[in-house]
């Protein structure tokens, strides 16, 4: 093995949530190394942006690339009942008049690959193709990676602070034993993309659509993108998708559940299927801590929602973001321990609890349509959430109104540390 000069930081994973974390610390002047195991661009779900990402994609410089790029506008969200009825439009711009209620259905190839070129731009060495094999561990400390690069070579790389950005195969997490399952979000998801489904006019050309099934027993999510492809993905109970059907067969349980969602039908009729099924089974989760000893969590590494809301990338955005300032900080101080380096994690994890418990309710049958109609001073929160503006405790207002059950919260109060 060799050994190269140590930098201050070593990020795992190159997409947002390590491209932001790794931009925002060199950009204070920290030596900071990145290693993706895949060569971008590549394929990633995740597509739909939702506003509040203006304001980190603004502090790093991306908004520009955006605003001259392909990416389709999306300026709104609106879901459909599983008797096919649509609600009136959730019109972001309605509810705040700033250039940031205007967002974007992104390529993730292209966005995330956008993303990591800021991170080089910004000083980040970063090497693409290369696998992380295991985070080094000195009395309870991290103390840097081994990694393997294509050739077969390993390394070790020693550093101050290593940060786990990998996604869901999370080095740490599993390595600590950290990840709780939710209880409550067995979710599976089978997805494709069509050509030439169909496309509304004007501002709503770019919404993103919910769509429930039948009995709502699931729902479909509906992304235009460029080229006029559209994402298109079932999720529903991992149960309800897989069990006690005649054929596991991916397309033939897409089929049937096109088929039991009144909404969708008509919006395929005549698109062309262009890309593959893929699956997705159980993911919902999150780490016991967001950070420890020479280690910090980001992203789907620190914990991953349900996509219901289309918040993934936002949490990638807003962790990474938190995090590089907490990183910056220590590394600054000369104290790099769990309780320097994971202050943000208790307002984060708050933040994601609210929007969780938004996605809970629509699975336990919340009607925006009908919630709004009876509380029409409500729907100022409920688009706080809907545009992902869901780290204040204003948001908490909206509980009491959704008549949720009665129980304590089955996942355990995540500590920042």
């Given at each position: 093995?060799?050994?190269?000069?140590?930098?201050?930081?070593?990020?795992?994973?190159?997409?947002?949530?390590?491209?932001?974390?790794?931009?925002?610390?060199?950009?204070?002047?920290?030596?900071?190394?990145?290693?993706?195991?895949?060569?971008?661009?590549?394929?990633?779900?995740?597509?739909?942006?939702?506003?509040?990402?203006?304001?980190?994609?603004?502090?790093?410089?991306?908004?520009?690339?955006?605003?001259?790029?392909?990416?389709?506008?999306?300026?709104?969200?609106?879901?459909?009942?599983?008797?096919?009825?649509?609600?009136?439009?959730?019109?972001?711009?309605?509810?705040?008049?700033?250039?940031?209620?205007?967002?974007?259905?992104?390529?993730?190839?292209?966005?995330?690959?956008?993303?990591?070129?800021?991170?080089?731009?910004?000083?980040?060495?970063?090497?693409?193709?290369?696998?992380?094999?295991?985070?080094?561990?000195?009395?309870?400390?991290?103390?840097?990676?081994?990694?393997?690069?294509?050739?077969?070579?390993?390394?070790?790389?020693?550093?101050?602070?290593?940060?786990?950005?990998?996604?869901?195969?999370?080095?740490?997490?599993?390595?600590?034993?950290?990840?709780?399952?939710?209880?409550?979000?067995?979710?599976?998801?089978?997805?494709?993309?069509?050509?030439?489904?169909?496309?509304?006019?004007?501002?709503?050309?770019?919404?993103?659509?919910?769509?429930?099934?039948?009995?709502?027993?699931?729902?479909?999510?509906?992304?235009?993108?460029?080229?006029?492809?559209?994402?298109?993905?079932?999720?529903?109970?991992?149960?309800?998708?897989?069990?006690?059907?005649?054929?596991?067969?991916?397309?033939?349980?897409?089929?049937?559940?096109?088929?039991?969602?009144?909404?969708?039908?008509?919006?395929?009729?005549?698109?062309?299927?262009?890309?593959?099924?893929?699956?997705?089974?159980?993911?919902?989760?999150r780490s016991r801590q967001v950070a420890g000893d020479g280690w910090v969590l980001v992203g789907d590494a620190l914990?991953?929602?349900?996509?219901?809301?289309?918040?993934?990338?936002?949490?990638?955005?807003?962790?990474?973001?938190?995090?590089?300032?907490?990183?910056?900080?220590?590394?600054?101080?000369?104290?790099?321990?769990?309780?320097?380096?994971?202050?943000?994690?208790?307002?984060?994890?708050?933040?994601?609890?609210?929007?969780?418990?938004?996605?809970?309710?629509?699975?336990?049958?919340?009607?925006?349509?009908?919630?709004?109609?009876?509380?029409?001073?409500?729907?100022?929160?409920?688009?706080?959430?809907?545009?992902?503006?869901?780290?204040?405790?204003?948001?908490?207002?909206?509980?009491?109104?959704?008549?949720?059950?009665?129980?304590?919260?089955?996942?355990?109060?995540?500590?920042?540390?």
């Amino acid at each position: 093995m060799i050994r190269q000069a140590d930098p201050d930081v070593v990020v795992i994973g190159g997409g947002p949530a390590g491209a932001t974390t790794a931009a925002l610390i060199a950009e204070r002047g920290s030596a900071v190394v990145l290693f993706e195991r895949e060569r971008f661009p590549r394929y990633h779900i995740g597509e739909s942006l939702i506003p509040e990402t203006f304001w980190v994609l603004e502090r790093l410089g991306i908004l520009p690339h955006l605003r001259g790029g392909r990416f389709v506008e999306k300026h709104s969200v609106q879901f459909v009942s599983d008797q096919g009825k649509l609600s009136a439009p959730f019109y972001f711009a309605d509810y705040k008049d700033h250039e940031s209620s205007r967002t974007w259905q992104v390529n993730r190839a292209e966005f995330d690959r956008m993303m990591l070129d800021n991170a080089r731009s910004k000083g980040v060495e970063v090497h693409e193709a290369v696998r992380v094999l295991e985070v080094l561990f000195e009395n309870g400390r991290a103390v840097g990676v081994r990694v393997a690069d294509g050739s077969g070579g390993q390394r070790i790389v020693r550093c101050r602070v290593v940060v786990d950005a990998a996604g869901q195969s999370t080095l740490i997490q599993d390595r600590l034993g950290l990840r709780r399952w939710d209880p409550d979000l067995k979710k599976a998801a089978i997805w494709t993309y069509w050509r030439g489904a169909v496309r509304e006019k004007g501002r709503d050309a770019g919404a993103t659509l919910v769509l429930q099934t039948e009995g709502k027993k699931g729902w479909f999510w509906y992304i235009p993108l460029a080229d006029n492809v559209t994402s298109v993905g079932v999720v529903a109970d991992h149960d309800h998708l897989f069990d006690g059907r005649a054929a596991r067969d991916p397309a033939v349980i897409y089929a049937a559940e096109v088929g039991c969602c009144p909404g969708l039908v008509p919006r395929l009729a005549g698109a062309e299927r262009i890309e593959p099924f893929r699956i997705a089974k159980e993911y919902s989760y999150r780490s016991r801590q967001v950070a420890g000893d020479g280690w910090v969590l980001v992203g789907d590494a620190l914990g991953f929602l349900d996509p219901l809301y289309s918040s993934g990338v936002l949490l990638a955005l807003k962790s990474g973001a938190l995090a590089a300032d907490a990183i910056s900080a220590a590394l600054e101080r000369g104290d790099t321990s769990a309780a320097a380096l994971g202050p943000w994690g208790p307002r984060y994890l708050a933040g994601m609890d609210r929007m969780r418990k938004l996605v809970c309710a629509f699975y336990e049958g919340l009607n925006f349509g009908q919630l709004v109609r009876r509380h029409e001073d409500a729907k100022p929160l409920i688009t706080d959430i809907l545009i992902g503006d869901i780290f204040k405790e204003e948001i908490d207002g909206l509980w009491p109104l959704l008549a949720e059950r009665d129980e304590a919260d089955p996942l355990p109060a995540a500590t920042g540390i």
